[in-house]
C-alpha cells in the first residue's frame, strides 16, 4: 500500500485537512478492499473443505457398512471355530475346520487434514469442528482395532493353519488356541459395536447444518 505526497505545497490549514481526508479516505477504503478480499478467500476454503469433508464422509459411512458386514461374518467363523477347538480338546479325532478370514474396508480423513492444514477449521463453526473431530477420533480408533484384530486372527488360529496335527497338539498349545480365539471372539463383537456407533455418527454429522 503507497502513500504518495501532495503534487504541490499545502498552503493552508484547509488544504492540509483535505489532503489528510483524502489520504484517510483511501486507506480506509484500501483496508475494507482487502479485508473483503480476505473474507472472500477464507469463505472459499471454509466451503471447500466442508463439501470434501462431507463427501469423504459419506463414502467412509458406505465403507463402514460393509465392514458391520464383514465383521459380522467372521463373528460368525470365530464362533464355529470355538466349536471346532472345543470339540479337538474334548476328542483329539474330532474332523472339523478352521478358517480366518478378514475383510476391512479402511476409512480415509485426507480431507479432514487437508482442512487442518490450510488452515479452513480455524474459520468453521466451533460446533462443526467439533463434530467433525469426534467422527474422524472415532473412525481411528476403528481402524487401528481392526488392524490389531487382524495379527490376532492370524496368531490365534495359527498353530492349525500352519499344519499342525490338533491329535497330536499338547492340551497347553490346545489351551492356549482356544483363550487366544475367545480373545479375538469378544473383540469382534467389541469392533462390531463400535462400527455401529461410528455408523450412527456419520449419520447425525452428515444430517447436521
Known sequence: MDVHPPHHPIATKRDFFVHLFTITCGLLIALGLEGLAEMAHHHSLVVEARTNIRHELEDNRKATEKDIRSVGEDEARFRKNLDVERAFRDDP?????????????????????????????????????????????????????????????????????????????????????????????????????????????????????
Open 93 to 209: 479325532n474330532t474332523h472339523g475346520s478352521i478358517q480366518a478370514i478378514f475383510s476391512w474396508d479402511s476409512t480415509y480423513d485426507s480431507a479432514w487434514r487437508t482442512a487442518r492444514d490450510t488452515g479452513a477449521l480455524a474459520y468453521m463453526p466451533y460446533a462443526e469442528v467439533q463434530r467433525y473431530s469426534d467422527v474422524y477420533g472415532q473412525q481411528a480408533i476403528a481402524n487401528n482395532t481392526a488392524v490389531q484384530l487382524f495379527r490376532q486372527q492370524t496368531e490365534a488360529v495359527a498353530p492349525i493353519l500352519t499344519g499342525s496335527d490338533p491329535s497330536k497338539m499338547p492340551k497347553e498349545e490346545m489351551a492356549r488356541m482356544l483363550h487366544d480365539t475367545s480373545t479375538v471372539y469378544v473383540d469382534l463383537q467389541t469392533l462390531q459395536q463400535l462400527l455401529k456407533q461410528l455408523r450412527d455418527q456419520y449419520g447425525e454429522v452428515l444430517r447436521a447444518k
